[in-house]
């Protein structure tokens, strides 16, 4: 059973960081690309970050770039979320997902398409 486990969400003050990890299990995702979503209470569901499965080609939403930064493990088959600078509205549930695409193209990476595999999503909350 292929499996995404998110981890490391917890509440914190605004300003200060967290970083989410997502465990794969079930097969590797060394070869997909990967991202990171989130989704607030009565907002649409958000593509943070995305990244190619070789970490060369990466995207960062304009609403978290300069604060957030995506990375993977391959050897670890994980993918991580460092998250800096949080503010009140990064308040969401956030969600790392695989996605089918193999390759490094960065307007790909920059959608929301193609995410067959969800985590079940850690809650972040930002106090002021």
């Known amino acids: 059973q292929v499996q995404l486990v998110e981890s490391g969400g917890g509440l914190v003050q605004a300003g200060g960081s967290l970083r989410l990890s997502c465990a794969a299990s079930?097969?590797?995702?060394?070869?997909?690309?990967m991202g990171w979503f989130r989704q607030a209470p009565g907002k649409e569901r958000e593509l943070l970050a995305a990244?190619?499965?070789?970490?060369?080609?990466?995207y960062v939403a304009d609403s978290v770039k300069g604060r957030f930064t995506i990375s993977r493990d391959n050897a670890k088959n994980t993918v991580y979320l460092q998250m800096n600078s949080l503010k009140p509205e990064d308040t969401a549930v956030y969600f790392c997902?695989?996605?089918?695409?193999?390759?490094?193209?960065?307007?790909?990476?920059?959608?929301?398409?193609?995410?067959?595999?969800w985590g079940q999503g850690t809650q972040v909350t930002v106090s002021s």
């Open positions: 997902a695989a996605n089918r695409y193999s390759g490094s193209n960065y307007n790909i990476l920059k959608t929301s398409n193609g995410y067959d595999y």
């Open positions: 079930g097969r590797t995702f060394s070869n997909n690309a």
């Open positions: 990244i190619s499965w070789s970490s060369k080609s990466q």
